[in-house]
């Protein structure tokens, strides 16, 4: 379950907020300008998220090591991890 917030509401509301997260699993969107920009999610999900990403870096790196060993590869290009989403 997701929910939207303004800043403003959620400077309010943000003892609600965590206790939500934390107790019911809700994950809010924080938004600006209708826009969003951040969210509060349960900790068990932000773990679970830092997790994949290690995973996929690992991966990732894994790769890139092969290229340059076997010579595929001289240099090693950066990729940025995330994109923004307009819209």
């Known amino acids: 379950m997701s929910i939207e917030m303004n800043m403003t509401d959620a400077r309010r509301e943000l003892p609600d ?3 939500r997260a934390e107790y019911v699993g809700e994950t809010t969107y924080l938004t600006k300008h209708g826009r969003r920009t951040a969210a509060v999610v349960p900790a068990a999900s932000a773990e679970l998220l830092e997790d994949l990403e290690n995973l996929i870096d690992g991966e990732q790196v894994r790769q890139v090591l ?4 076997d010579g595929a590869e001289k240099t090693v290009p950066y990729r940025r991890r995330t994109a923004r989403r307009d819209g």
């Open 17 to 19: 907020i965590t206790n």
């Open 66 to 69: 092969e290229a340059l060993a």
